[in-house]
């Protein structure tokens, strides 16, 4: 089967940096994205790997390795609005396919 | 630009009663996605479409659910009868087909429970 595996909390302080990893089996993999999602709202984009190494948008950067089945988003300076859930999900079957982790629920404090 | 747009926000209905779900996806958007979410989970592909044709929906419990996309625009989904598990989040979503699924626009999602 196809499955994503990341950590389902993580707490951090503000302006700190915060490291969400992500483990994933599926055939035919293409690529990995991030989305973030604040409670009640719609899932946001925040960064796409199609190939191995580092993406840097900002204060988020994502990483993947496709050998070893393995990505991770870094977030930097963090926010109290960085509170939110955090998804990986991967691109497979011929670039056809969308599918979700189960989320990271990331806790920032003062 | 306006994003995806969802209706209605929230919906309550009793279990065996129909209830169906509006999306408009963002213009020029080929594609549309309608994912269900549960509390605490990662949302999950019910149905995708390629303008009108549906392409997979593979994951759509089709005894109970049906969704349509007539004209390749916006597209309706449908639940009848609902049953107390589909209590959730569906997440209409859109993207440009040339990107493929690398970034979905997500709408507010629609609210269903059902007592």
């Known amino acids: 089967g196809q499955s994503l595996e990341q950590p389902s909390e993580v707490t951090a302080v503000e302006g700190a940096i915060v490291q969400i990893n992500c483990t994933y089996q599926?055939?035919?993999?293409?690529?990995l994205s991030w989305y973030q999602q604040h409670d009640g709202g719609a899932p946001t984009f925040l960064s796409y790997n199609g190939l191995d190494g580092l993406e840097e948008t900002g204060r988020f950067s994502s990483f993947l390795s496709r050998s070893d089945s393995y990505g991770y988003l870094l977030l930097q300076e963090l926010q109290m609005k960085d509170s939110a859930s955090y998804f990986c999900a991967s691109i497979s079957g011929g670039y056809n396919k969308l599918i979700f982790g189960a989320g990271t629920r990331l806790a920032v404090h003062p | 630009e306006a994003g995806v747009v969802q209706s209605p926000r929230y919906k309550i209905i009793e279990k065996k009663q129909p209830v169906a779900f509006w999306c408009n996806p963002i213009s020029g958007h080929n594609t549309l996605y309608w994912y269900l979410q549960n509390l605490g989970q990662g949302p999950e592909l019910l149905i995708r479409y390629e303008n009108e044709e549906a392409v997979d929906d593979s994951q759509l419990p089709k005894d109970r659910f049906s969704a349509e996309r007539l004209k390749g625009v916006d597209s309706t989904l449908k639940i009848q009868p609902a049953e107390l598990g589909d209590s959730a989040v569906y997440l209409c979503a859109s993207s440009p087909s040339p990107d493929g699924p690398r970034e979905l626009f997500f709408g507010e999602g629609s609210r269903l429970t059902v007592l």
């Open positions: 599926t055939s035919g993999f293409y690529g």
